[in-house]
């Protein structure tokens, strides 16, 4: 009987642990400057999955919230990244937040973010058009 216990706890404390890892990662990811919450779905997938999208120099990359992975879910090119279109969501949970469809590369996915979010997105790409202004 106390092996049943005892594995019970460290089945239970195993768990918190994951969860408390998985918490503090979506946190530090979220705290980094560039980054923002978004849903992310890939093609005409319903399976939608939440998680934090961070902007670098040449890339976007986007971690799902629960996962303990050190690596982001996707990654798309800046050079390669096009928006299709942005509609804001009707639903009352998702007010003010816009449905974002994009394509990278020829494959099709869909974003949910905030309308700061998604000005955020659209003047990141287009700084990185390739047109650079000299100031003399």
Known sequence: ???VIFATVA????ALVVAALSTVRVRALARRPGAFACGMRR?????????????GVTRINWWRCWSLSL?????????????????PL???DEAGRLLV???CDGVDFAWTMSGPAFEGL????????????SVV
């Open 11 to 14: 089945v239970c404390v195993g």
């Open 43 to 55: 093609g005409n997938s319903p399976d939608w999955s939440d998680g934090v999208a961070h902007y």
């Open 1 to 3: 009987m106390p092996a």
């Open 122 to 133: 659209s003047s990141w790409l287009e700084a990185g058009s390739g047109h650079r202004l």
């Open 71 to 87: 690596r982001p879910a996707a990654s798309f090119r800046r050079s390669a990244l096009t928006i299709v279109s942005a509609t």
């Open 90 to 92: 009707t639903e009352s």
């Open 101 to 103: 469809n994009c394509r």
